[in-house]
């Protein structure tokens, strides 16, 4: 079964219009709360605005809603760079994520663009970095999945159990707008049959609701067992 989610470059308790902040704006456009919510950790060089322990504070104590921390300081040379680029990446979103107190447990998710080309040698530097450390699993690869160039570096990698634990958040394909009761029908691209189970969230709409969030779809396995939950 899969939970509505949204994730945002923005906080959730900004004010998008006069006494309403962003989470409540998103419940008025869905017609429910989200399931968990998507924030970075980072400014991704000017693209985003960071995860604050105010709004940490906000989005779990005020309105019940689980985060899932993502990492936002890679770049398409850096992932496509050798095993200590990853271990780099790896340790920067875990500083990043004890920095804001998120406890171990918590899966981070690191922001794969369009058009990166990953390396197995910095897949591996991660993995290994990221399975070390008191955070879930080997962390979460998010964007989009469905190129050959991933396929082919995970196929080269899974031979490393930890590569192996890693999950994948699908960044397409993109099928438009939704509600939180009129979802899509499950189907993420994969990088490839061997590795569509560990594909466990979508994201299948971008800019949505006055071109505040993105929607996702998120495997309910992961609620309670995965993310910074209230």
């Given at each position: ?17 006069p006494g309403l ?50 990492y936002n300081l ?157």
């Amino acid at each position: 079964m899969s939970l509505f989610m949204v994730d945002s470059a923005s906080p959730a308790n900004a004010e998008v219009q006069p006494g309403l902040s962003l989470f409540d704006d998103v419940v008025a456009w869905a017609g429910a709360p989200p399931a968990a919510w998507g924030r970075y950790l980072g400014d991704g060089y000017g693209a985003a605005v960071p995860l604050s322990a105010s709004e940490a504070g906000y989005l779990r104590s005020s309105r019940g809603c689980p985060i899932l921390p993502i990492y936002n300081l890679a770049t398409s040379g850096g992932v496509g760079g050798d095993y200590a680029q990853g271990q780099a990446d790896a340790s920067r979103a875990i500083q990043l994520a004890k920095a804001l107190d998120v406890p171990a447990g918590v899966y981070i998710a690191c922001d794969i663009e369009a058009g990166w080309q990953v390396s197995a040698p910095w897949l591996n530097g991660w993995a290994d970095t990221m399975r070390a450390s008191t955070f879930a699993g080997s962390g979460i690869l998010y964007g989009s999945l469905g190129g050959p160039g991933l396929a082919h570096t995970l196929l080269c990698a899974l031979g490393n159990p930890n590569v192996q634990r890693l999950l994948l958040w699908a960044a397409t394909p993109e099928t438009g707008p939704s509600t939180s009761w009129n979802m899509p029908a499950w189907n993420p691209d994969a990088p490839s049959p061997q590795t569509a189970g560990m594909v466990r969230l979508w994201q299948y709409s971008r800019g949505d609701y006055g071109g505040w969030v993105d929607l996702n779809q998120l495997d309910a396995s992961l609620l309670g067992a995965g993310l910074w939950m209230p």
